[in-house]
């Protein structure tokens, strides 16, 4: 790559560093805040849930955004909005200001985030070049949560609102290089058609009920929870709807025919699952039992960023010599191992115990990760880049959603009583959930597996084509006979 390309794909990475290390920041100062401004656990709770909601719930049409109006505009606009919101955040001094402040912030990092990638999968050739440029900006994003925790730990100890000062200093320093480096994207072409308004209501109502409803199941009544996930089902199929008839649709219902992309995004969910879910219960275990400190607890966790340094490093051999495919069923049998090594948590434990587990985490992360961004974003047509990087980030916040209410929920209920063993209980009871969702994952991801075989001995496989990971040479060939790395069939 070009040193511009470079510059690019470092600005880029920027932003989605800041995205992560905003959001584990906020993780570990979340014990400061309550003390400051003597909040409620349900305030609390929602100080998270309101950025959760925002992302989730407004992913998709931030995509589509991106395609429809420019990824450059869209992208520099609302990291604006993200660098603003999360100062307010800052200067909060009630709950409901805070609460506020996140929302808008995870609206501004749910039209910020897919514009960011679509610029990457759209600026850089298809093949070894945007394989590597994905990969990098995949151990970027997990350097950023894993950093952030440390960080976070670091700023806590001197005023929380450090927490959300510092995203504004690193979001302006991101904007000026953007403005400088980000080259502008082509002006959408005019066909005349309106945009699908009805689309976009439906589906971001239906994100932002199914998360809202996955959020709360813990804390309300289950039928006040199937009431809410009923109505966003209801919302799915009347968008479903909507987008069959509609003539400029939001989301091209034809590219939930391709099977790579599908099992990507259902994959990547039941892996955010997991991951999130775990990592809950090894705080909640750290610090609740344990009695460690909130940045003994970031550092014991810092190893999980092994992914930063591997993504970008050791993968990409990897998808060279095996494809997406294997790499990605590969990670997230290590990440099954991983959990399954933390199911006989003692109270005694030291970390050396709890070292390889997390290590296993860190490389299953750096396999997984930033090969599902690229078959989920590989051979989609560049009008719809936006899109297929909103579903993708839609289905990993929904999955994170998903998972901290699975174990949240399983924790409660086998938790009986304060006393140590109790607390064990409920902690090896819920460490089954990641377990499961990665076993899971493994077995769509399987699949993919089976699609490479098909392609390789006739061709791709129906609803993979084109995307087959191995595919004979001619579908995978790069300008000038160079052989690409393959790049599909998760």
Same mark, same amino acid.
């Given at each position: 790559?070009?040193?511009?390309?470079? !510059?690019? /794909?470092? *600005?880029?990475?920027?932003?989605?560093?800041?995205?992560?290390?905003?959001?584990?920041?906020?993780?570990?100062?979340?014990?400061?805040?309550?003390?400051?401004?003597?909040?409620?656990?349900?305030?609390?709770?929602?100080?998270?849930?309101?950025?959760?909601?925002?992302?989730?719930?407004?992913?998709?049409? $931030?995509? =589509?955004?991106?395609?429809?109006?420019?990824?450059?505009?869209?992208?520099?606009? @609302?990291?604006?909005?993200?660098?603003?919101?999360?100062?307010?955040? !800052?200067?909060?001094?009630?709950? @409901?200001?805070?609460?506020?402040? =996140?929302? *808008?912030?995870?609206?501004? &990092?749910?039209?910020?985030?897919?514009?960011?990638?679509?610029?990457?999968?759209?600026?850089?050739?298809?093949?070894?070049?945007?394989?590597?440029? %994905?990969?990098?900006?995949?151990?970027?994003?997990?350097?950023?949560?894993?950093?952030?925790?440390?960080?976070?730990? %670091?700023?806590?100890?001197?005023? @929380?609102? @450090?927490?959300?000062?510092?995203?504004?200093? %690193?979001?302006?320093?991101?904007?000026?290089?953007?403005?400088?480096?980000?080259?502008?994207?082509?002006?959408?072409?005019?066909?005349?058609? $309106? *945009?699908?308004?009805?689309?976009?209501?439906?589906?971001?109502?239906?994100?932002?009920?199914?998360?809202?409803?996955?959020?709360?199941?813990?804390?309300?009544?289950?039928?006040?929870?199937?009431?809410?996930? !009923?109505?966003?089902?209801?919302?799915?199929?009347?968008?479903?709807?909507?987008?069959?008839?509609?003539?400029?649709?939001?989301? =091209?219902?034809?590219?939930?025919?391709?099977?790579? /992309?599908?099992?990507?995004?259902?994959?990547?969910?039941?892996?955010?699952?997991?991951?999130?879910?775990?990592?809950?219960?090894?705080?909640?275990?750290?610090?609740?039992?344990? $009695?460690?400190?909130? #940045?003994?607890?970031?550092?014991?966790?810092?190893?999980?960023?092994?992914?930063?340094?591997?993504?970008?490093?050791?993968?990409?051999?990897?998808?060279?010599?095996?494809?997406?495919?294997?790499?990605?069923?590969?990670?997230? /049998?290590?990440?099954?191992?991983?959990?399954?090594?933390?199911?006989?948590?003692?109270?005694?434990?030291?970390?050396?115990?709890?070292?390889? $587990?997390?290590?296993? %985490?860190? #490389?299953?992360?750096?396999?997984?990760?930033?090969?599902?961004?690229?078959? &989920?974003?590989?051979?989609?047509?560049?009008?719809?880049?936006?899109?297929?990087?909103?579903?993708?980030?839609?289905?990993?916040?929904?999955?994170?959603?998903?998972?901290?209410?699975?174990?949240?929920?399983?924790?409660?209920?086998?938790?009986?009583?304060?006393?140590?063993?109790?607390? /064990?209980?409920?902690?090896?009871?819920?460490?089954?959930?990641?377990?499961?969702?990665?076993?899971?994952?493994?077995?769509?991801?399987?699949?993919?597996?089976?699609?490479?075989?098909?392609?390789?001995?006739?061709?791709?496989?129906?609803?993979?084509?084109?995307? !087959?990971?191995?595919?004979?040479?001619?579908?995978?060939?790069?300008?000038?006979?160079?052989? =690409?790395?393959?790049?599909?069939?998760?």
């Amino acid at each position: 790559m070009s040193g511009r390309a470079w !510059g690019v /794909l470092l *600005v880029l990475c920027g932003a989605i560093f800041l995205e992560g290390i905003d959001v584990a920041m906020l993780n570990v100062a979340l014990p400061a805040i309550r003390e400051d401004l003597d909040l409620s656990t349900g305030t609390l709770q929602w100080v998270m849930s309101a950025y959760v909601l925002g992302y989730g719930g407004f992913m998709l049409l $931030g995509g =589509r955004a991106a395609d429809l109006f420019g990824r450059r505009r869209m992208f520099l606009l @609302w990291l604006v909005v993200f660098l603003l919101f999360s100062g307010l955040g !800052g200067l909060a001094t009630e709950g @409901w200001m805070l609460i506020v402040a =996140r929302f *808008v912030t995870g609206i501004a &990092a749910a039209f910020m985030t897919p514009a960011g990638l679509s610029i990457i999968t759209t600026g850089f050739p298809e093949g070894p070049q945007r394989d590597k440029a %994905l990969l990098v900006y995949a151990g970027t994003a997990a350097g950023g949560f894993s950093i952030g925790l440390v960080v976070g730990g %670091l700023l806590s100890a001197i005023d @929380w609102r @450090w927490v959300f000062f510092a995203p504004v200093i %690193l979001s302006f320093g991101i904007l000026l290089a953007a403005l400088k480096l980000v080259p502008a994207s082509p002006r959408p072409e005019r066909t005349g058609q $309106g *945009v699908d308004l009805a689309g976009a209501v439906t589906v971001t109502a239906g994100i932002l009920l199914l998360v809202f409803g996955v959020e709360r199941a813990t804390h309300v009544p289950a039928v006040w929870t199937v009431a809410t996930v !009923g109505a966003a089902l209801l919302l799915f199929l009347a968008f479903v709807l909507i987008e069959r008839g509609a003539s400029s649709p939001l989301v =091209r219902l034809g590219l939930f025919r391709g099977g790579a /992309l599908v099992r990507a995004n259902v994959s990547g969910l039941l892996f955010a699952a997991g991951f999130f879910g775990f990592q809950f219960i090894a705080v909640l275990y750290l610090q609740e039992l344990r $009695g460690w400190s909130s #940045l003994q607890t970031s550092f014991a966790l810092i190893v999980i960023g092994v992914d930063a340094v591997l993504s970008p490093l050791l993968t990409p051999r990897l998808v060279a010599r095996f494809g997406n495919a294997r790499v990605i069923f590969g990670g997230l /049998l290590l990440a099954s191992l991983s959990y399954a090594l933390f199911l006989p948590i003692a109270a005694d434990w030291t970390y050396a115990a709890m070292f390889p $587990g997390l290590l296993l %985490l860190g #490389l299953a992360f750096s396999l997984v990760y930033g090969p599902l961004t690229i078959v &989920a974003t590989d051979g989609i047509a560049e009008e719809e880049q936006g899109v297929a990087g909103g579903l993708l980030y839609t289905s990993f916040q929904f999955g994170a959603a998903l998972g901290l209410s699975a174990v949240a929920a399983v924790n409660i209920g086998a938790t009986e009583g304060t006393s140590p063993a109790a607390l /064990l209980d409920g902690y090896r009871a819920a460490l089954v959930v990641p377990l499961a969702a990665a076993l899971t994952a493994a077995a769509v991801s399987a699949f993919g597996l089976r699609a490479r075989r098909t392609a390789a001995g006739g061709g791709p496989s129906s609803g993979d084509s084109g995307q !087959g990971d191995g595919a004979p040479p001619s579908a995978n060939t790069a300008p000038g006979g160079v052989e =690409r790395p393959a790049a599909v069939g998760a």
